[in-house]
């Protein structure tokens, strides 16, 4: 009779499937949206302002729920609580598509990010527990390839769904995906085990979800009314305030939300910094071309969708092989390499200007794809790596965590130092691209990719020292 693990095993490549499958669904809703926003205002009838509620409420719902989702999946078992999650998502789809009303739709958007949350707090986890070490890079290298097509795809499909039909069908196409994924999923993903019969840390929960909402809600907001605004400042507080007492909180716990000694693995913390500062570094730039390519050199949307779409058709080639690469020679190499190629990428963005040519312009931004694939899937598996199992839950959702945090951060940092810079070159503050005025919009953004560059080389130097530490460690023992 098959042993439920040799089931696991042989399924593995059907369950990779249906994971990056949930993964890729869940991540291409925080950005497929973006280009239906106008669309959706008039719909709906509500501001510009109110409209953003459908895309900030999504990611602020992850953000805050996604390490609950881990410390449950650790609890009771990752597969439980990752087809609940498609269930949710689902459901949260269907009435997204089927509302009239903004408060509706925002309340749905609540009911989908929490969906998400648990699917994307425990998806490496599974791949991790199916796959071997000798596969597990490629499979993550899988994963992490369809979570950043999912983020970079997102605003080039939203368009062509608007175009071709209506707004509501973004989120209707998710539905039937949802039910087929989760029949299957019932049937092939492994049984759940629990794995510690403990009480949820309710109080670690609530402060940790004080610490994260203020935290979006001020960087998304301050870019709008000014970073030094007092709502804004407050916000900052309450964020801080509420993050120093989950800690003193979790230090105390007998069975904390999380656990603070994962953080004390050195290779576990770096590759999390690592890859916070990747997708700082890598959404400067993805919220900076659409404004360069549409108001500097005047290419119509849909050119502008076409050369949006290179980042991710590099990225769905590189990272697997990259993946595939780090089982045979280790992890560690390639992420320094990715950070290393990620940084020239950017400093070779720095240099565009309105005279730049198209055929520069696409070599420039496969380099820095390149480098963000290299990067990745090697990253996503030392993260994955270094923990034991009854963590793959809590790491796996810290790793989602940094990667909405550094996808949030990099867009505010970018917007800031654009608009900072624009002012500063014009003689007034502006919170726009000015007509007539390319040389401010360049100026300000050759500023922003010198900064995502200078950010991804720190990475890259930390990433080395490690290397050249573990090295040196490595020749003390042989000796």
């Not at 759940?192 to 610490?211: I, M, P, S």
């Not at 690592?274 to 659409?290: D, H, L, N």
Request: hydrophobic content about 55%.
């Amino acid at each position: 009779m098959e042993s439920v693990k040799d089931s696991n095993f042989k399924n593995r490549w059907v369950i990779l499937f249906i994971v990056v499958m949930v993964t890729f669904m869940c991540t291409l809703d925080s950005s497929v949206v973006n280009v239906a926003l106008p669309v959706m205002a008039k719909a709906l009838n509500v501001s510009s302002a109110g409209i953003q509620l459908v895309v900030t409420s999504y990611l602020i719902v992850i953000s805050a729920a996604i390490l609950i989702f881990g410390r449950l999946g650790d609890m009771l078992g990752k597969t439980k609580v990752f087809k609940f999650g498609i269930g949710i998502f689902t459901m949260g789809s269907l009435f997204c598509g089927i509302t009239s009303s903004l408060p509706i739709l925002v309340i749905a958007r609540v009911v989908q990010a929490i969906g998400a949350a648990a699917t994307m707090a425990n998806n490496q986890g599974i791949i991790t527990g199916v796959f071997p070490a000798k596969e597990r890079g490629r499979a993550l290298g899988i994963v992490g390839t369809f979570v950043a097509l999912g983020a970079m795809v997102g605003p080039a499909l939203g368009g062509f769904i608007v175009d071709a039909s209506s707004w509501e069908y973004i989120f209707l196409i998710n539905v039937p995906i949802g039910i087929i994924t989760l029949f299957y999923g019932i049937k092939i993903l492994p049984k759940a085990h629990k794995t510690e019969k403990v009480k949820l840390d309710g109080l670690g929960a609530a402060l940790f979800a004080f610490a994260i909402v203020p935290l979006f809600v001020a960087i998304g907001k301050g870019q709008e009314i000014g970073f030094t605004h007092p709502i804004i400042l407050v916000a900052f507080l309450i964020a801080i305030v509420s993050f120093i007492a989950f800690i003193i909180v979790e230090k105390k716990r007998k069975n904390p939300l999380l656990q603070l000694e994962i953080f004390e693995n050195k290779l576990f913390s770096l590759s999390i910094f690592c890859a916070f500062i990747s997708f700082v570094s890598i959404f400067c730039s993805v919220i900076i071309q659409p404004f360069y390519l549409q108001d500097v050199l005047r290419y119509s949307p849909s050119f502008t969708g076409l050369i949006l779409m290179i980042s991710p058709l590099v990225l769905a080639v590189v990272a697997p092989t990259s993946g595939y690469l780090s089982d045979k020679i280790g992890s560690e190499i390639l992420t320094f390499i990715g950070l290393v190629v990620t940084g020239i990428g950017l400093l070779l963005m720095s240099t565009l200007n309105e005279q730049t040519s198209l055929l520069s312009m696409v070599f420039f931004i496969a380099v820095m794809s390149v480098g963000n694939g290299l990067f990745q899937s090697p990253n996503n598996s030392l993260v994955m790596s270094t923990v034991p199992k009854d963590k793959l839950g809590i790491a796996g959702s810290i790793n989602g965590l940094v990667r909405n945090l550094g996808m949030v951060c990099g867009i505010a940092l970018s917007t800031a130092l654009l608009y900072n810079r624009m002012s500063y070159k014009i003689g007034h503050r502006v919170t726009n691209y000015i007509v007539g005025r390319n040389d401010a919009f360049i100026y300000g953004m050759r500023t922003v990719y010198i900064t995502a560059a200078i950010i991804c080389l720190i990475g890259a130097v930390l990433t080395f020292s490690r290397l050249h530490g573990g090295r040196a460690k490595s020749r003390d023992i042989l000796k």
